[in-house]
Structure formats: structure tokens, C-alpha cells
């Protein structure tokens, strides 16, 4: 499966994005384009211009924008939060087969896209619809999209919220984190290269603060590490990225790195 693993990291940052609509503060008003940030997702791809998008959001329609126009072989969902799902209307460019794009989410994030979008679901559809597949997953339980990415679902846990992470080979995606019951640490275990949540300094009960997921990096001891997810409150980019450790690197949209 995939070889040459390319990661663009379309969205940075939390649920209300980077600027907060009305916020006065000064990094919403920042003239560092890396302190913009759009809602969290992150696109894979690989040597043979295979795509597999990790999560749609409100900002989807704008990110695909800003890069050159492929396939996707899916999309891949953390959990259901407006941030995570927001975009999924927006897919129709990428869903011109019959057999419709595969979106994978687990039980409780595929029922909430059932339940939102009910017009994508019926037996008649109308013409302007998005054509989708949707496959419910496991955590646990790896699967393969189209015949090709191999995936893993890591259980994680966003608060009191169960959601997943995902384990490609040596690289994971790991968002809107608190922490990883034992399980998912085992299913990560050996992963050399991660992104992960990190919201601001301050703690929060449903996202890992910066010193807490510096802390997780170190211990699961991987060659490197791209932190996503802000709030403005996280600071000025170039600021923040001055004081962390060398193999780990704060996220901003646009971003891209080969594993
Ligand atoms: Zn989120
Ligand atoms: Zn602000
Ligand atoms: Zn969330």
C-alpha cells in the first residue's frame, strides 16, 4: 500500500477556527499567514497520486481550493463534531462514480451523518447530492480503502467522547484527544510519526493542552511530531514554535511533509 507518504494539513485549528469571528485579540489580527487557521483535516497521499482525505469539514470547499484536483479513494472520519463532518455536501466534485465515495466513520459518528444528512441516504436521489458509501469501522479493527490504504482505527477518547485516531504504517493522525486508554496505546505502539491535538497552554476538559501533548509525544517516542487543533489562545505561531523541542512542530495550513 501507500509508499511515500505525503501529508498536507489542510485545517490547524479548533471548532470556531483562527480568527474567532469578533475576537479583538492579537493573533486573530495577526499578519502571519500561519496563524490563520481553518478547521482541522489533513489529506494523504501517496507516489501514485492515491487521496484519502481524513476528516470533512465547514472549510473543505475552500482547502481543496488550494491544491491541484485528484481523486479521492475516501474520507475517513474522526468523530461526528460539526468541525469533523461540517463539509460532507461539499464532497459532490469528488463523488462522479456511481458506486459513490467511501466514507468510513465509526458507529456513533456514521448515525450522526445518517441523521443529519438523511437526503444523502434515500433510495431516489436528487440530482445534486453527493453519491456516498458509508462504512461503519471498528477501533481495533484495521480495513483497507480501495483495495489500497491500509487503516487502523485507534481508539481515543475526546473528553467523556470515544472517538478514533488513525495508524497508517509508521504515521498516525490523532485529533480532538484528552487521552489514550491503554488499547490505543498498544495500537500505536512502534508508530514513529504522529499528529496531535494540542489546543492551547491552559488545560481543557475535551482537548490536550500543548504541555500535555508534548508529554504524550515524548512518551510514545516518536521520531517526530506535527501538533494540530489551536485556538487562538495557543499564541503567535512563530512564537510558540521557538520553545518546543526540535522534532516536534506546530501545524498551519498549507503545511506539507513526507513520512
Ligand atoms: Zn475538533
Ligand atoms: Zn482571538
Ligand atoms: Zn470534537
Redesign the pocket.
Known amino acids: 500500500m501507500q509508499s511515500g507518504l505525503k501529508v498536507t494539513i489542510l485545517g490547524s485549528g ?2 470556531v477556527g483562527v480568527p474567532q469571528v469578533g475576537c479583538p485579540c492579537p493573533v486573530c489580527h495577526s499578519d502571519d499567514p500561519r496563524d490563520r487557521r481553518l ?2 483535516s489533513a489529506l494523504l497521499e501517496t507516489d501514485e497520486g492515491r487521496r484519502l482525505l481524513i476528516d470533512c469539514g465547514p472549510d473543505f470547499r475552500q482547502q481543496m481550493l488550494s491544491v491541484d484536483f485528484l481523486p479521492l479513494d475516501g474520507v475517513i472520519f474522526t468523530h461526528e ?1 460539526y ?2 463532518t461540517g463539509g460532507i455536501d461539499d464532497l459532490r466534485p469528488f463523488t462522479r462514480t456511481d458506486d459513490g465515495l467511501p466514507l468510513f466513520a465509526d458507529e456513533k459518528c456514521a448515525k450522526h451523518i445518517r441523521e443529519r444528512l438523511p437526503y444523502l441516504f434515500r433510495e431516489h436521489l436528487y440530482p445534486g447530492v453527493p453519491r456516498i458509501r458509508l462504512e461503519v469501522v471498528q477501533p481495533g479493527v484495521p480495513f483497507v480503502v480501495e483495495n489500497y490504504w491500509e487503516v487502523m482505527p485507534i481508539p481515543v477518547m475526546h473528553g467523556k467522547l470515544p472517538i478514533l485516531g488513525y495508524r497508517f504504517g509508521d504515521f498516525a493522525y490523532v ?2 484527544m484528552t487521552e489514550v486508554p491503554e488499547e490505543g496505546l498498544r495500537l500505536l505502539q512502534g508508530v514513529r510519526f504522529i499528529v496531535v491535538n494540542a489546543l492551547r497552554e491552559k488545560p481543557h476538559p475535551t482537548h490536550q493542552s500543548l504541555s500535555q501533548a508534548l508529554d504524550f509525544v515524548k512518551k510514545l517516542d516518536v521520531e517526530k511530531a506535527w501538533l494540530t ?1 489551536f485556538s487562538h489562545e495557543i499564541g503567535f505561531h512563530r512564537e510558540v514554535q521557538s520553545k518546543l523541542p526540535e522534532n516536534v512542530y506546530l501545524t498551519f495550513d498549507g503545511l506539507k511533509f513526507r513520512i
Open positions: 479548533t471548532s478547521r482541522a463534531h468541525d469533523h485529533t480532538d487543533h
